[in-house]
């Protein structure tokens, strides 16, 4: 059956996302809603990078959600974080859509989110979390090597990409390893630097570290340098098992029970553009993907905003109730 696809927000990571929907061969038309022309023109300009596009899509370019979208059978929201509870509550009161990808970070406070977790509930939709690291076939491989009986030891070192952007994936990650459904703050070394957002003169981000553990006794580090723009390495550890992870640098390394490290194979595509596809083609055969839904992804956001919050707060003055991330 032919599907339709509705995708609010086309900038530099939306039209990423019309990218892989154009690819997808049950996809009839796609609707793509931005209100800034240079985005809309961006969507279009990708589109033509396309090599295997699926010449029968239709598409229409929108300024705003509107009615005639009723019926669509997906939604994808690639807006910034500000305002997306009552983004998401008008796509869904004006098309009737009830499965939705969202970008992260859902929300900018722990109130807000809670707010669409439970607008969610009450109208049955399907809301997951493009928070994709946990989905690669590396992280997948690392996990069925490892004992979950045990607790491990996760860290992830960077650039300064971000706590709150980037720190996200990570704290997914060390819950999809460790199973639990919550990181308990265990510490924090903030640098007394706002980082501007290409997103935003409103949005910001920061660097340093942050320290959690789990119920079972799992420890986490996360940490952005504030001075260079290097790839993450994550690293996972439990008695028997040790493994590197470098995802932008394509390699991986693992020992195990002691032996000499050994190169382990690790995907090439990462990428929003194939990966959204795979997303996406999943969703429709079978009302599920791998990325974590809604209520999967509330431990690793109420983590972050929670442990981010005063920081932002002390560095711009104010005293604010929400992060202003995305």
């Known amino acids: 059956m032919s599907k339709r696809i509705l995708l609010v927000g086309c900038g530099q990571i939306g039209s990423r996302h019309l990218q892989a929907v154009s690819c997808l061969k049950e996809v009839e038309s796609v609707d793509i809603v931005d209100c800034y022309d240079d985005s809309l023109v961006l969507g279009q300009t990708r589109l033509k990078d396309v090599a295997d596009a699926n010449a029968a899509i239709a598409y229409r370019w929108l300024k705003a959600v509107d009615v005639s979208s009723r019926g669509v059978d997906l939604c994808i929201v690639a807006t910034s974080a500000q305002g997306r509870v009552e983004l998401v509550k008008e796509i869904f009161e004006k098309t009737g859509v009830s499965q939705f990808i969202i970008e992260k970070l859902v929300t900018q406070s722990l109130t807000e989110y809670q707010e669409l977790m439970a607008f969610a509930q009450r109208h049955d939709l399907k809301i997951w979390v493009n928070c994709p690291t946990r989905a690669y076939s590396i992280h997948q491989y690392i996990k069925s090597k490892i004992d979950h009986r045990q607790p491990l030891l996760f860290s992830q070192i960077g650039g300064n990409f971000g706590l709150a952007c980037n720190g996200i994936h990570y704290a997914d990650l060390f819950l999809f390893y460790d199973g639990g459904n919550e990181i308990r703050p265990a510490g924090t070394s903030i640098d007394p630097i706002l980082h501007p957002s290409k997103r935003g003169k409103d949005f910001f981000d920061l660097s340093g570290v942050l320290t959690g553990y789990s119920a079972k006794g799992s420890k986490m580090i996360l940490s ?43 995907e090439s595509k990462t990428n929003v553009s194939y990966t959204t596809q795979i997303f996406c083609a999943d969703i429709f055969s079978r009302r599920a993907c791998d990325l974590p839904t809604l209520q999967e992804c509330w431990p690793a956001h109420q983590y972050i905003l929670t442990v981010l919050l005063p920081h932002f707060n002390q560095l711009l003055k104010v005293k604010n109730q929400f992060c202003p991330a995305t």
């Open 224 to 266: 952005y340098a504030a001075d260079h723009l290097l790839p993450d390495v994550v690293t996972i550890m439990t008695k028997q098992a040790r493994f590197m992870v470098d995802i932008i640098g394509g390699w991986a390394q693992e020992s195990i029970d002691g032996q000499p490290w050994q190169k382990t194979c690790i």
